[in-house]
Structure formats: structure tokens, C-alpha cells
């Protein structure tokens, strides 16, 4: 085990009191704690065996059309653990990129999944990307929510268990309905009410980093035509880069781009 940074089990390789310490990523220190973050892909090399916490969060999914129908993308993948256990060599790191949404707004535009994030053997999953009238969510870490107007069935993309949930299934109750939310890691997203988009799944919240900070929300789904309301983004959602939300039908394009944090301590 570990503890205050030392191998508690002869003080470090060898019994030499080395204490645990790593490279990698941008480094800061909070609350007794040495915090590796990565941004863009990278290596985090420890000096010596150990035991890290960390967080993976994978990039979100791109939104659907951005006009009427939309359905919101689904947030990326959302992985936080502590005690893993690593070996004094190159780990490698991977940041997934934001899914790119439907620029246009016409009728087939559909947005991509968001780019998985690697810690090691840990893998979280692209959010699924938005879809627009008559199409069903897209599978990811969360899914995306199903497109809008008018079908029996336009259920949300499945989320991937222990990442995500699932998006908002669109319900149908006449034509030119609204799309639904996208999933997030916190909650499902859910399905239109008429007219109006869904709401956006929540995300989970996160002080690895040192500050209170949200990751995996799933976006809104987009109003029908003529009238109606947008749907609300979940919980945390924020237009910022490397927080793995899902993009928006309506506010936002793109899927926000992921991040890997580790932590230890100091």
C-alpha cells in the first residue's frame, strides 16, 4: 500500500524511502496532493511502483441539427477510481476529441461521436453524436437523445454500463415535435414533451483536480417547428473545452473535447 506519497511496504523499490513521484501531462498540487493533467495526448512515467487515482473522461458527442428536430449529444464516458495500481514505466494517454456536429442545420445532418480517452488499460467512450428527424439515438459512453418531427419509434442511444446513461427516447404524440436530450454520466437524458426538446442528462462532479467541477453532462434537444422551447442542457453542462459534455442541437455544435486527470499524494 501507500501512503503520503511513500511505499508504506519497505519504503519504496528496494526498501530505499523513495518517494512515489511521476511525469507527465501539466502538474499542479492542492489539498496534499501532486495532480497530473492531460489535455492532449501524452505519457505519464512514474519513477517508481505505485498507487494512483485518477479520472478519464472521454470526448462528447457532436449535436444534431441545430434548427428544429435535433436531438442532444450524448456526453462522453465518465471513469473515476482510486488505488490503481502502477509500474515504473510510460503509461500511455489519450484525450478524445469533441464529436463534430451538424454545421448546417439541414434535415440529415448528424453529429459523429465524440473520440475515446485512454489512462493505461482504462478506456472511456465517445458520447454518441446527435441525430435530427426521424433517426434514433446513437450508442456511446452516454448516448445521444432520438431525433424529432414524427415516427413510432425514435428511442435514445444506449449509454456503455459504468460510463454513461442513455439519451432521451422522442415521444410521439403528432409531426414537427421536438428532438430529445442527450445523455449524461450523471442521469439519462430525456424525451421531448410535444413540441419542446428534451432535457440534457446531468453530469458528476469531480474535485480530483483540486476544484468542485463537472464533467459528462448530455445536451438538449432542439424545439419543433414553428413554436416551442429548446431543451435545457444537463446539469454542469458548460461550453468549455476538455469536460466531456455532449454537444448541443441548440447552443453549441461540437462535443466538448475529454480530459485524464491522476492524482496522488504529494
Not at 39 to 65: H, K, M, N, Q, W
Not at 199 to 215: H, R, W
Amino acid at each position: 500500500m501507500t501512503m503520503f506519497g511513500y511505499n508504506v511496504l519497505g519504503f519504496g523499490t528496494g526498501g530505499t524511502g523513495t518517494p512515489f513521484t511521476a511525469t507527465g501531462g501539466t502538474i499542479t498540487y492542492s489539498g496534499g496532493y501532486t495532480i497530473h493533467s492531460f489535455t492532449s495526448d501524452g505519457t505519464f512515467t512514474p519513477a517508481i511502483d505505485g498507487s494512483v487515482e485518477y479520472l478519464v473522461v472521454a470526448g462528447g458527442g457532436g449535436g444534431g441539427r441545430d434548427t428544429y428536430y435535433g436531438s442532444g449529444g450524448g456526453a462522453g464516458g465518465y471513469l473515476t477510481a482510486t488505488g490503481f495500481a502502477v509500474a515504473a514505466t510510460g503509461l500511455t494517454v489519450t484525450i478524445g476529441a469533441g464529436g463534430i456536429g451538424n454545421s448546417g442545420g439541414g434535415g440529415t445532418g448528424t453529429g459523429t461521436n465524440g473520440g475515446n480517452s485512454v489512462f493505461s488499460t482504462i478506456t472511456a467512450i465517445g458520447g454518441g453524436g446527435g441525430v435530427t428527424q426521424y433517426q434514433a439515438g446513437i450508442v456511446g459512453g452516454s448516448g445521444s437523445g432520438g431525433g424529432g418531427h414524427s415516427a413510432s419509434v425514435n428511442v435514445g442511444g444506449a449509454g456503455t454500463a459504468g460510463q454513461g446513461n442513455a439519451g432521451g427516447s422522442f415521444v410521439n404524440t403528432g409531426t414537427q415535435l421536438g428532438g430529445s436530450g442527450g445523455g449524461g454520466a450523471g442521469s439519462a437524458g430525456s424525451g421531448n414533451s410535444g413540441k419542446n426538446g428534451g432535457t440534457g442528462g446531468a453530469g458528476l462532479q469531480s474535485s480530483i483536480n483540486g476544484t468542485a467541477t463537472y464533467y459528462s453532462a448530455g445536451a438538449g434537444g432542439t424545439k419543433g417547428y414553428p413554436s416551442g422551447t429548446n431543451g435545457a442542457n444537463g446539469t454542469g453542462w458548460a461550453d468549455a473545452a476538455n469536460l466531456g459534455h455532449g454537444g448541443g442541437a441548440t447552443t453549441q455544435t461540437n462535443g466538448s473535447s475529454g480530459i485524464v486527470i491522476i492524482r496522488y499524494p504529494t
